[in-house]
């Protein structure tokens, strides 16, 4: 009897060692099933005017209930990113961007470098995004500036955000460069048309790139010497952003260019479609994007 009672026990332990290893399996199982969400990253792009469309974008986003875990922008996609991350609601930032005229961000005065002083578009920032730095950002975010001085892109991370902002969106010959001491500051178009590198150093595994200003075209004729300079900086442009995608692809999960047809990056005319057009790239893609998150397979 004695030995049939061990016999037993010792049944009944094997069993009990059997059903714990299964259930530590159907955990383990459960846990390689469960799908693990990606850290997805914005790349807004410059674009004057045109940069109206990241608006757009972001409220496409948001009505799709899907939110960047971080942000990089340039020149008006920095101003458009920083807001965002700030706090600002893309319903906020439209009305914003439409009461604008141009006097309120140029200042008349003529200055070395630049037509204009930035006093006034530091104004305007300084209104919305105060004396936020960025470790104050709802949203991690950097944008990207470039020295002319070291003739290489500066990436803001640190101190006043709206500082930064002004300097990413210094418009070469238009403002008069951001001078901080040791550096002048332009436009981090100038290199760095989509920050998508920094994106990656942020810790984004998913990034989706917005170039609002896309391929530009040149017409038969030029209108002015003006208008020529324009058309040969674009030139120059598309072939340096060309490179820099081809750099940034096998990082790159979405390259995405709203169509804005023949919309000027100056006017102060055509936000609204901007806007909606932004919008419009944001619902076609966003279940794309969303398969990214979760798990989806690269694109492209």
Known sequence: MAKTKRTKNAENEAKEEEVVKTEKSEK??????????????FALGCG??????????????????IKPDCLTGCSMGAVVGGAYASGMTPKEMLEA??????????????????????????KVLGKYLGDMTFDQLK??????????????????????????????????????????????????????????????????????????????????KSASAFRMLIEVLGVMDNHLTDRRRKENRRFTDL???????????????RFQEAYDSGYRLGEEHAEEIRALVCGGKKEG
Request: glycine share 10%; charged share 30%.
């Open 28 to 41: 383990i199982v459960k846990t390689e099933k469960a799908p693990k969400k990606k850290k997805l990253g």
């Open 48 to 65: 004057g005017s045109r940069g109206v469309a990241h608006i757009g974008f972001l409220q496409a986003m948001e009505d799709a209930g």
């Open 97 to 122: 961007v439409c009461k604008l005229k141009p006097l309120d961000l140029v200042d008349i005065t003529m200055r070395p470098g630049g037509l204009f002083d930035t006093r006034k578009m530091r």
């Open 139 to 220: 949203i991690p975010f950097r944008c990207a500036a470039v020295d002319m001085i070291t003739q290489s892109v500066v990436t803001f991370s640190e101190g006043s955000v709206a500082d930064a902002v002004m300097a990413s969106a210094c418009i070469p010959a238009v403002f008069k460069p951001v001078d901080d001491g040791e550096r002048r500051l332009v436009d981090g178009g100038v290199l760095e048309r989509v920050p998508v590198r920094q994106l990656k150093e942020m810790g984004a595994n998913k990034i989706v790139a917005v170039d609002v200003l896309g391929r530009r075209s040149s017409g038969r």
């Open 255 to 269: 390259w995405l260019e709203p169509d804005l047809g023949d919309m000027s990056e100056y006017t102060f005319r």
